[in-house]
């Protein structure tokens, strides 16, 4: 049981160019995100899914797609990298949204390092 | 929209003080709420979560964290810093489950000897 797993954990790219961060989990967990993180700032959504074939955007969706197409994967797309863009990404997934439960929460991948220069 | 605020984006305490990280949140409902921490370069480990009917909740590593209705607040704490301890701390919430967590901006806490 591998958890979330995220590839690469450090990737640099040139202005203008694209990439794509993977997500996977072996835990068959229904609801994934990805994350940013930026310094004081926090963790901000970007964009998330509640099932194969649904997605929806958060709160800085701009400059990035994803898409689900199966359970255990949810990539996120950069189209045209720019300078804002260098973060550390996260990608999170979780069973169940019922709080009751003893497996409710998000488990968080090891995050991806991404710089544009 | 909700918020979380986490005051002090630092705290210094000496080894074996306690330890006190506040999280306050903006809902009129009880909402979601977890506290995460997240060591040098490393992803967010859980530390405890919020579930209906404990407001004493306990978690790992011996930190637990109180949830107060009235004050919208869910403070983290433990009663004797290690060294161990130093990382950053997230407070995080949500109204509807999963979908849209709101961290607050962390809080590194430092220990020193």
């Known amino acids: 049981n591998a958890g979330v797993t995220q590839t690469p954990k450090f990737q640099v790219l040139k202005t203008g160019q694209s990439m794509t961060l993977q997500c996977a989990q072996d835990?068959?967990?229904?609801?994934m995100s990805w994350y940013r993180q930026d310094p004081g700032m926090g963790l901000r959504l970007i964009h998330y899914?509640?099932?194969?074939?649904?997605?929806d955007q958060g709160e800085v969706p701009n400059g990035y797609n994803v898409s689900r197409s199966t359970t255990e994967d949810f990539p996120l797309r950069l189209l045209s990298a720019a300078p804002s863009q260098t973060s550390v990404y996260f990608c999170?997934?979780?069973?169940?949204?019922?709080?009751?439960?003893?497996?409710?929460?998000?488990?968080f991948g090891s995050g991806t390092r991404l710089t544009v220069v | 929209a909700q918020s979380v605020t986490q005051l002090g984006s630092h705290v210094s305490v000496s080894e074996g003080a306690l330890v006190l990280l506040r999280c306050n949140y903006s809902s009129s409902v009880p909402p979601y709420l977890f506290w995460y921490v997240q060591y040098p370069n490393q992803g967010l480990q859980l530390l405890l979560k919020y579930t209906t009917g404990a407001t004493l909740v306990k978690g790992i590593n011996g930190f637990e964290a109180e949830f107060k209705k009235s004050e919208t607040s869910f403070h983290l704490t433990k009663p004797s810093a290690h060294m161990s301890d130093a990382a950053e701390y997230f407070c995080?919430?949500?109204?509807?489950?999963?979908?849209?967590?709101?961290f607050g901006t962390g809080t590194r806490l430092l220990v020193s000897p």
């Open positions: 899914s509640v099932g194969a074939g649904i997605t």
């Open positions: 995080a919430v949500s109204l509807t489950g999963f979908q849209k967590l709101v």
């Open positions: 835990m068959n967990h229904e609801y």
């Open positions: 999170a997934s979780s069973y169940s949204t019922d709080r009751d439960r003893a497996d409710y929460g998000y488990t």
